[in-house]
């Protein structure tokens, strides 16, 4: 995805000064919440306590692998089946039901992929991204994460964007 392009859109919606843009990578630091708290003029909030006991980034085993969250049919069909009922059946009409359809509905497709996953191979535990594929993500995204850089004022080759 161009972020760079999504925030030089939402500036000229909204202007600078009304965009906050935070990346999903600083969450665990103080300086992030900080921001976060200036931009929406948080009286009642402590920065520090957001990074307390809280490790960055989990699920990543090391430089190039993470472990990939455990397949549960029970969440992936409530997901599933929520998407469409939202879309399809408003909560507000006729919402007993509504219900009873849904977990009829979440049911039926639970089943469906326990049946499916028993069928298929185990599914991997954990990704690896080698450093080709690593390096053709970089290439394709080289100029627009160098825009985005610029409009953040910051360098994000650390980040192994660049």
Partial sequence: MNYSKCIEE???????????VLLMEDIGKVEFWEKLKQFSDLA???PEDMV???????RKLNKNTWK?????NDTRAK???NNYFKFFWPAFIA???????FELSKSL??????DKKNKSAQHEESIYLSEGVKSAIQKHYKDSNKK??????RDLSSLGYL
């Fill in 10 to 20: 939402l500036h000229e919606a909204f202007g600078k000064d009304k965009v906050c």
């Fill in 95 to 101: 919402a007993k039901p509504r219900k009873k359809a």
């Fill in 44 to 46: 009642e909030f402590n």
């Fill in 109 to 114: 497709l639970k089943k469906l992929y326990c």
């Fill in 148 to 153: 985005l850089g610029k409009l953040l004022s």
């Fill in 68 to 72: 990939l969250q455990d397949y549960n």
């Fill in 52 to 58: 307390k006991g809280k490790k960055v980034n989990q």
């Fill in 79 to 81: 997901y599933k089946v």
